[in-house]
Each structure stands twice: as structure tokens, then as C-alpha cells.
């Protein structure tokens, strides 16, 4: 297993990047091709950040469960008899066997290798033929506890158990998401589209955080959208990418009885995106899955007003599918490829004051965090 980069590679990842967008660099091609740099991403960022789970509605019901993997580690999130919500590391205190799989509703948390139960708070309750063993208390064991909370109709968790609260990390983020869609958590599950790309992580985060690219690779959504009213504004761990919806005909989906018309769009740090596009009331989950260094997983789940997307809401998707995403995953694949290679180091920043949608201030903000998540490692 790869280690750690070390002291002297810490200290030279950075090198080239300021503070200044118009004058920077972008973070080394190394942070993305090398397997020792896909380390540090698990342990100082993926393990130490809040990361999405799910829609409340999944975990409303007192019983009701979902898992996941986070930073590699598999994770619980159970609503208890009295409705608080926990999330625990999905592993049983004997040995080490997943306790719950998938998503359902239950009673208790019994591990399907020698049936120990636990409540689910995480305490121990029942442990079979375990009355003879000396120095054996039950009530002495519990699962190790993970942070959750619920934030803007969704629910995150954070391996860190140091971390501070999401909600006083990010700032305006949650009035913002609450003013843009009031009825978040009233909307529905609809449907997962799934991708598996040959590329980092993080190349798949800086494609998202600039438009830059648009005009050239995403001729249909520069229709879809009014350009000109396109505007990214970085906050501390968020950026929020904010524009109309165009006015005219576009070969996207057609938009023109949509009664929702602004383009609001939330990147959270590090790989949450949160998107709400012109149609009816919705809400589209980008959720980031870094698998190595040069493969990502990403998740596409549809929140709508209505389980069965509308005719609008069918052609939204096809066209995410069958179009933007396909315009995308060829980006990203290709740009990995080049990383891999001696003929790039960096790129420059190209920044405008102005702050539109054809800029990549975004991705020089993503790039300060994960360095200052590296410096944190490094210290």
C-alpha cells in the first residue's frame, strides 16, 4: 500500500500557486497521478471533511438505515426509537464483520456472523454463549460512533470526530440553498444515473468548477443557460454558480414552461455539488466518489416534486446522460491521460475579475483547500 508523500514532497506540491487568482498556477499533476498523493487525499481531506449521505426522506423513519463507504471505511446511518439520527463504522466489536448492508428499515443491528446484537444507539445487548467468558460486560461495548447531521434536507457525515459542525463551517450556504429551493425537503428520490471514470478525483471536480470549457465542449448547455448572466462567487468551503435560463430555443430540453428559470448551482468542499436546473421544483445531487488515483465514481440523484419524472424532467436527464456527460467523462479522461505524461507539470489560472462562469477562480479555491488539507497532513 502506497505511504504518505513526504516532507519534502509536502513541501513542494504547492510550489507555483498564489493567492493571487491572476497570478497562479494550478495545483502539480503529481496531486493527481500518484498513488502516495491519492493517500493523502483519503486521510487529510476525504476522512477529515463532511460528506454527503443522502436525502433525509431515506432516514426519516425511526429504524430506517442507509451505508455507505466514506474515505474507504464502511459507515452506518441509522435513525433510532427516538428519532435521533446516528451514524456509526459499520463493523461488529467481535470481529470486524459489516454489520447492515444496503438500505431498509429495522429493529436492531445484529451482525450476520455470530448474531451479536447491538440497539440502535450501538449498544451491545446480546452476545450468544458469551455467559462463561471472565471480564465480559455487554453494556461495556458500542459501536464507534460517527459525526452526522442534518443539513438543508440532506444528511452528511465526518469521520473526524474533532471536526466542526458542517453547518458552522459553510456559512450562508444553507439560507442560500433554503431561499433557492424552500421545499428541498419535501422533494422525492427519482432516479440514479451512475458513472465510472478513468481520471481523479479532482480532475472531475475542476471540470465542474469552471465554465470556462463551455463554449467549446458544451455547446447546448451555453443554450441552455444565459451566459451572460453567468456568475461563480467562492466562499470558504463552497462556491455557489449562479445563471438564468436562456431565452431562447436550445437543443439541451426544452425549458420554455419551466417554472423554475435560474441555473443554482452548489459546490461543497470537497465533493458535493449540488444542482437545481431550470424545469420544475428539483434538486440534482452530484456526489464525488474518489476510488484511486486514477479512477472516480460519481453519482447523479434526482430529487423532484413527484417519485415519476415529468416529460421536462425525462429530457433533462436524457440530455445529462446521452450528452453533458459524455462531453465530460471524455474531458477528464483525456486530461488524466495528458497528467500521466512528462509534457505537463501545471497549468495557469485564468481568472476574471468579473467573476463569470468563464473563469476558473473556482478551481484555483478547490486547489487552495486541498493544499491547505496537504499543509494540515504535513504539520
Known amino acids: ?77 441509522v435513525r433510532d426509537r427516538e428519532s435521533q439520527l446516528r451514524a456509526f463504522y459499520n463493523v461488529c466489536k467481535h470481529r470486524a464483520h459489516e454489520l447492515l448492508s444496503g438500505e431498509g428499515n429495522t429493529t436492531r443491528i445484529m451482525c450476520p456472523y455470530h448474531a451479536w446484537v447491538y440497539k440502535l444507539d450501538g449498544q451491545l445487548v446480546r452476545a ?62 427519482g432516479k440514479r444515473l451512475t458513472y465510472d471514470i478513468k481520471s481523479n478525483w479532482k480532475n472531475v471536480v475542476d471540470n465542474f468548477l469552471e465554465c470556462y470549457h463551455c463554449p467549446t465542449a458544451h455547446k447546448d448547455f451555453c443554450d441552455l443557460v444565459d451566459m451572460d448572466t453567468y456568475k461563480v462567487t467562492t466562499y470558504d468551503i463552497y462556491s455557489s454558480h449562479m445563471a438564468e435560463a436562456g431565452k431562447g430555443a ?8 419551466a417554472t423554475v428559470r435560474t441555473h443554482a448551482v452548489w459546490w461543497l468542499w470537497p465533493t458535493t455539488c449540488l ?7 428539483s434538486m440534482i445531487v452530484l456526489n464525488v466518489i474518489p476510488i484511486g488515483p486514477d479512477r472516480t465514481l460519481e453519482t447523479y440523484d434526482f430529487f423532484l416534486e413527484t417519485p415519476e419524472p415529468d416529460a421536462m424532467e425525462l429530457d433533462a436527464m436524457r440530455y445529462l446522460d446521452e450528452v453533458l456527460q459524455v462531453e465530460d467523462i471524455s474531458l477528464v479522461e483525456s486530461v488524466q491521460r ?42
Open 1 to 77: 500500500m502506497a505511504e504518505l508523500p513526504s516532507q519534502a514532497q509536502f513541501a513542494s506540491i504547492g510550489q507555483g500557486y498564489s493567492t493571487d487568482e491572476g497570478n497562479s498556477l494550478s495545483l502539480k499533476a503529481d496531486a493527481y497521478t500518484q498513488a502516495e498523493w491519492f493517500v493523502a487525499d483519503q486521510q487529510a481531506i476525504l476522512a477529515r471533511t463532511w460528506q454527503w449521505v443522502c436525502h433525509v426522506e431515506k432516514v426519516r423513519e425511526p429504524g430506517s438505515f442507509t451505508t455507505m463507504d466514506i474515505a474507504g471505511h464502511p459507515i452506518a446511518v
Open 128 to 189: 450468544p454463549e458469551t455467559e462463561h467468558l471472565e471480564n465480559f460486560v455487554p453494556k461495556e461495548i458500542c459501536l464507534d460512533q460517527v459525526q452526522v447531521e442534518e443539513f438543508a434536507g440532506f444528511v452528511f457525515v465526518n469521520l473526524d470526530p474533532n471536526a466542526i459542525s458542517l453547518r458552522a463551517q459553510s456559512g450562508n450556504l444553507e439560507t442560500e440553498i433554503r431561499h433557492w429551493a424552500p421545499d428541498i425537503e419535501n422533494l422525492t428520490f
Open 275 to 281: 444542482m437545481r436546473y431550470p424545469g420544475r421544483s
Open 338 to 379: 495528458g497528467m500521466n505524461t512528462p509534457a505537463f507539470t501545471q497549468g495557469r489560472i485564468v481568472n476574471d475579475p468579473s467573476g463569470s462562469g468563464k473563469s476558473e477562480h473556482a478551481v484555483h479555491h478547490f486547489h487552495g483547500l486541498v493544499l491547505d488539507a496537504y499543509r494540515a497532513a504535513a504539520e
Open 250 to 257: 436550445n437543443s439541451a430540453y426544452d425549458v420554455s414552461n
